[in-house]
């Protein structure tokens, strides 16, 4: 058994996922639009988004698709874990411009550096880099 996450777009999901491919080391493994879709349940100006898209990270994969109504994520986080606070500044950074920061990149009594926002796709995140550098 294997625990994925799967995220929702308002028409943004083929973007999100490229621009994490691009930043994050991802890997695209499929994108599907709704346009090749026997059934469409959507508005002809969503027959060019993504029906289903999914994308490895690290050793996880995330899911999307892009759903006319779709809510930004609440009260549930895409989560990363990094070793180098380097690189946790860097995704911090690069991940929140544009976006809503809940909680700024700290040190925390559980980390080295941590962060909790949502980005300018929608998708909220968390990030925890807990080894202690000198």
Same mark, same amino acid.
């Given at each position: 058994?294997? %625990?994925? !996450?799967?995220?929702?777009?308002?028409?943004?999901?083929?973007?999100?996922?490229?621009?994490?491919?691009? $930043?994050?080391?991802?890997? #695209? %493994?499929? #994108?599907?639009?709704?346009? &090749?879709?026997?059934?469409?349940?959507?508005?002809?100006?969503?027959?060019?988004?993504?029906?289903?898209?999914?994308?490895? #990270?690290?050793?996880? !994969?995330?899911?999307?698709? &892009?759903?006319?109504?779709?809510?930004?994520?609440?009260?549930?986080?895409?989560?990363?874990?990094? &070793?180098?606070?380097?690189?946790?500044?860097?995704?911090?950074?690069?991940?929140?411009?544009?976006?809503? #920061?809940?909680?700024?990149?700290?040190?925390?009594?559980?980390? $080295?550096?941590?962060?909790?926002?949502?980005?300018?796709?929608?998708?909220?995140?968390? %990030? %925890?880099?807990?080894?202690?550098?000198?």
């Amino acid at each position: 058994m294997r %625990l994925d !996450v799967y995220v929702n777009y308002k028409g943004t999901c083929e973007e999100a996922f490229r621009f994490y491919e691009q $930043n994050l080391g991802g890997r #695209i %493994l499929g #994108i599907r639009y709704h346009r &090749d879709m026997k059934e469409s349940f959507v508005p002809p100006e969503f027959r060019d988004k993504v029906v289903h898209a999914q994308i490895e #990270i690290g050793n996880a !994969v995330l899911m999307g698709a &892009d759903i006319p109504n779709a809510e930004p994520m609440r009260s549930a986080y895409v989560t990363l874990t990094v &070793d180098q606070e380097a690189e946790a500044e860097r995704l911090y950074k690069l991940l929140s411009d544009g976006g809503e #920061i809940f909680m700024k990149m700290e040190k925390t009594s559980f980390a $080295n550096r941590f962060a909790m926002w949502r980005d300018r796709f929608g998708t909220s995140w968390m %990030l %925890l880099q807990q080894s202690m550098e000198p």
